[in-house]
């Protein structure tokens, strides 16, 4: 479930965002002597279906797996914490808006129309909502929530700097955004940025038993 692995991300970005889990799932293999299957899926609930509804090792962002776990009814218990390219296991939500619009900074968006994330992706929904509650900005009683940060980016863009309209997209995923071309640099200005929050993480099934 991890965003910047290989597969679920594309090769936009050079050395970026293409980590390779077949690595990590010979070496499991090979130190245990057993079997391992790698599965790779956007959320728990797709990975499982094609398990028979096992997963002993889950990576991925760490609120995401969380959230996904409670509602499979999976207890999880947290291993460790990977690190970016800069050594840091965190990540931010940017709050973004057309490069045009005359707002510079949070406390400036209040009327405007502002597009989360799902729930379960804390730097898109939770920690944004902190943010704006700091910056006395009113969250709107109705929400609106876009699954992927692209289409929030890309409708910032389209709708025009004289929509106020803001997104909130993840730190890690505004290099991947330009880098395939879904927005051009230059197109989107960041006007705030969330506190960070856990990026990603691996997670044992908690009904698995410790190897000495």
Not at 67 to 87: H, I
Request: charged share 20%; net charge neutral.
């Amino acid at each position: 479930m991890d965003p910047l692995a290989a597969p679920l991300s594309c090769p936009c970005v050079e050395g970026y965002a293409q980590r390779k889990y077949g690595a990590l799932a010979e070496h499991v293999k090979s130190s245990l002597g057993r079997e391992v299957q790698l599965v790779f899926a956007q959320s728990l609930k797709a990975g499982l279906k094609e398990t028979n509804s096992r997963a002993d090792l889950i990576i991925g962002k760490d609120s995401v797996v969380r959230a996904d776990a409670q509602g499979a009814k999976l207890r999880v218990s947290p291993l460790a914490q990977l690190t970016d390219k800069m050594g840091s296991t965190k990540q931010r939500g940017l709050i973004v808006v057309n490069n045009l619009d005359p707002a510079q900074m949070v406390s400036e968006l209040s009327g405007y129309t502002i597009i989360f994330g799902p729930s379960e992706a804390a730097e898109k929904h939770s920690a944004a909502m902190e943010l704006l509650k700091t910056t006395n900005v009113t969250i709107p009683k109705t929400l609106h929530i876009n699954e992927a940060c692209g289409d929030g980016a890309c409708k910032v863009i389209d709708l025009g700097p004289k929509s106020k309209t803001t997104a909130v997209i993840p730190s890690y995923a505004q290099p991947l955004l330009e880098g395939c071309g879904t927005i051009k640099k230059g197109d989107l200005r960041v006007v705030g940025q969330t506190d960070p929050v856990l990026f990603i993480s691996a997670f044992a099934n908690a009904d698995v038993s410790s190897i000495d």
